[in-house]
């Protein structure tokens, strides 16, 4: 059994260049959720699939942040033109949409450094 | 709005001792779910202990316990005997629940970091 995995999970990268972050949720959850954690801070939920479907994004989520979860599975998330402020760790989490089990699971993360 | 607020920042405890954490959240809906994560120094979130708005009894399950009480909109974390290997930071989190194809998205708290001592 397989939990939440996550690529790469460190990236460091100028301002200004495109960076790409994949998640692999658990195979038979089809929820799956974008969070960011800055340096002392919880997470902040950015976007939510419900298998293919984007269903929701933050406010949070710029122009420049794209995220795709194509046929369900694996999702992506993309920053464009990255800037300073993107320096964060991003956390990829899925679940399951039952009553009983609605805890989300969270893979490693992402720690992202824009230099 | 939602809001989960966990004002202990910091906690430093010795081995054995035990430690509880507070969390007092805010929501306005009825059915919501509760949860309590640990961040250990390796970064990956882990899931401990749920609990539904529908149920405020409180259980025990090995050396954690939770005390969930709506009239104060409480919900604290214990861990009893505490162990090295419980320094982490910990997360308290609030999901309002909609049927559907709502988010379901998770609301944290800032995280009360745990320190222990040997």
């Known amino acids: 059994d397989t939990g939440v995995s996550q690529n790469p999970r460190h990236k460091i990268t100028k301002r200004g260049q495109n960076v790409t972050f994949r998640c692999d949720p658990i195979?038979?959850?089809?929820?799956l959720y974008w969070y960011r954690q800055t340096l002392g801070q919880g997470p902040e939920f950015l976007t939510y699939f419900q298998n293919e479907a984007q269903l929701e994004k933050s406010r949070l989520l710029s122009d420049r942040f794209s995220a795709e979860r194509p046929k369900g599975s694996f999702s992506t998330l993309e920053i464009q033109r990255t800037e300073q402020g993107d320096s964060a760790m991003y956390l990829c989490a899925s679940s399951l949409a039952r009553l009983d089990s609605y805890e989300q699971y969270f893979g490693p993360g992402t720690r992202l450094t824009v230099t | 709005a939602q809001k989960v607020t966990q004002a202990q920042t910091e906690i430093s405890v010795v081995e054995k001792e035990d430690v509880t954490l507070d969390c007092v959240y805010e929501?306005?809906?009825?059915?919501?779910?509760l949860f309590w994560y640990k961040q250990p120094p390796s970064g990956e979130l882990v899931f401990l202990i749920r609990?539904?708005?529908?149920?405020?009894q409180n259980e025990i399950s090995g050396r954690y316990s939770w005390n969930f009480q709506k009239s104060t909109s409480s919900f604290n974390f214990t861990i009893t005997a505490s162990q090295v290997v419980d320094s982490a930071v910990y997360f308290c989190?609030?999901?309002?629940?909609?049927?559907?194809?709502?988010?379901?998205?998770?609301?944290f708290g800032t995280g009360t970091l745990l320190a222990v001592q040997p």
């Open positions: 929501t306005r809906d009825t059915t919501y779910y």
């Open positions: 195979s038979e959850h089809n929820r």
């Open positions: 609990r539904n708005s529908f149920d405020e």
């Open positions: 989190a609030l999901s309002v629940f909609y049927y559907g194809g709502a988010t379901n998205k998770l609301i």
